[in-house]
């Protein structure tokens, strides 16, 4: 039970679109409310979460004239608007719920909650819903551009390490390829001067001590690393998407750590040409395996009519293919062997959590940083250098049969241990979070 003496502080928090944004947002509120705090959940209609999942919060709705969210137009561009759209209402809302005692806790997709609280005369906490590890990269973006190293001209120098970054190679860095005036426009909106009390981040000191250390010293506040929320939340489906939850009986059936788990989470596109490639590599890898594929997904479909003529004989028994599924009951199933994703941070510290390795094809922004730390240096994954049918089944044999998988399995295992570990009393997120509540509670002399 929480603290009912923090029931003197309610927290806003203004949750983002995304769903690897909502997700950890939400997750939050549920770990805050347990403490004992009143929440409210501030929201786009766009993609809104579902109330009647999370009876403890109140929600709040801010109409922001958009239907959905197309990842092949410009990002900066629509979180802009989407910012613009949602400024007022947000303040406006705030006003008029009347809470005596706020801490705005935002999204960093959603600044415009920085804004409200100075205009407001709130403490403001910005949640960072991404890796540490991922930070350094995207601040090193101008510098990189100014020195004429970025976007990359030449494919041969995508490998090489960047001095400074280590371990990143060009081709790991977030938007190598943009434009020097897409990314002065990015990063005018993502870093203008602003003065939030503390930063939250979703992740253990064991896995990303170097990056939060320099993140530190960088921003010189208060920084608090909570994670893994997926961990220590009670709280339902955070996802937009229905779960198909047949998939849970079926891996009943299926033997231990057998099933390679295929999902490239919410945003993630392909070609015709290259599901045929990912069919064929999975069933050419002889392995069991369920594959989530999103409804429109396949660029031109609106399911799974591209998959390739044979497949589904070829596969009967041991293959399964669904809309969308509980990825947290799936990574957590005895008959899970690997996860084939997309390394979102969400997905990555949700495998990380339940100790299974992974095979890594970033797709944007701070996956290809995932990607590369996952597989270099955690190792815990194998890096799919291109989608070719051989290449995938070899992947998928190395991980779940061969001797090198094994070995990856070992150190995933370790770091599962790692990870609880850090939420137990004593623990590094464990006394990191206790250190957020005492800090939200100093604001207003709540104790």
């Known amino acids: 039970m929480g603290d009912e003496r923090y029931r003197c502080k309610h927290l806003v928090l203004v949750a983002s679109p995304f769903q690897g944004h909502m997700t950890p947002m939400l997750q939050l509120g549920s770990v805050l409310h347990a403490k004992g705090f009143s929440i409210t959940i501030v929201h786009t209609k766009l993609n809104s979460p579902d109330p009647s999942n999370h009876p403890e919060f109140e929600f709040l709705p801010l109409f922001d004239n958009f239907v959905a969210i197309d990842a092949s137009t410009n990002f900066t561009k629509f979180v802009e608007v989407l910012n613009e759209n949602c400024k007022l209402q947000l303040q406006q809302r705030i006003q008029e719920a009347n809470h005596k005692k706020i801490t705005i806790i935002y999204d960093n997709t959603m600044y415009s909650g920085e804004e409200v ?110 994670g893994p929320l997926n961990e220590t939340a009670r709280c339902p489906t ?25 999902s490239l989470g919410s945003l993630a596109t392909m070609d015709k040409k290259e599901l045929t490639e990912a069919a064929w590599g999975l069933a050419n890898s002889k392995q069991p395996f369920l594959w989530v594929v999103r409804p429109g997904s396949v660029n031109g479909s609106e399911w799974i009519e591209f998959l390739p003529d044979g497949f589904a004989e070829e596969v009967e028994g041991r293959g399964l293919v669904l809309k969308w599924v509980p990825q947290k009951q799936v990574l957590a199933h005895f008959a899970v062997g690997g996860f084939w994703s997309h390394c979102g941070w969400n997905s990555s510290l949700e495998s990380i959590s339940q100790g299974v390795p992974m095979i890594c094809w970033p797709f944007l922004g701070d996956q290809y940083v995932n990607s590369r730390y996952l597989t270099y240096v955690w190792l815990v994954g194998l890096e799919l250098e291109h989608l070719e049918r051989r290449v995938i089944a070899t992947a998928i044999r190395r991980l779940m049969v061969d001797d090198e998988g094994k070995e990856m399995r070992k150190r995933a295992n370790d770091m599962k241990e790692k990870a609880k570990n850090s939420l137990c009393n004593g623990g590094s997120s464990f006394n990191s979070l206790n250190n957020l509540v005492e800090f939200i509670l100093a604001d207003y002399n709540c104790n």
């Open 117 to 226: 609280a100075r205009n407001l005369n709130v403490p403001s906490i910005v949640l960072r819903s991404c890796s540490a590890s991922y930070m350094p990269a995207f601040l090193a973006l101008p510098k990189l551009h100014s020195e004429g190293q970025l976007p990359i001209q030449d494919s041969m120098l995508q490998k090489l390490l960047i001095p400074d970054l280590y371990p990143l190679r060009y081709k790991d860095l977030p938007f190598n390829n943009t434009s020097t005036q897409e990314i002065t426009e990015m990063l005018a909106l993502t870093n203008p001067i602003r003065n939030p009390s503390a930063i939250i981040w979703n992740t253990m000191e064991f896995l990303e001590n170097s990056a939060l250390t320099k993140l530190q010293q960088y921003y010189k506040i208060p920084i608090f690393a909570i």
């Open 238 to 262: 955070t996802s937009f998407l229905n779960e198909d939850t047949s998939c849970i009986s079926w891996l009943d059936k299926q033997a231990p750590r057998s099933v390679v788990y295929v």
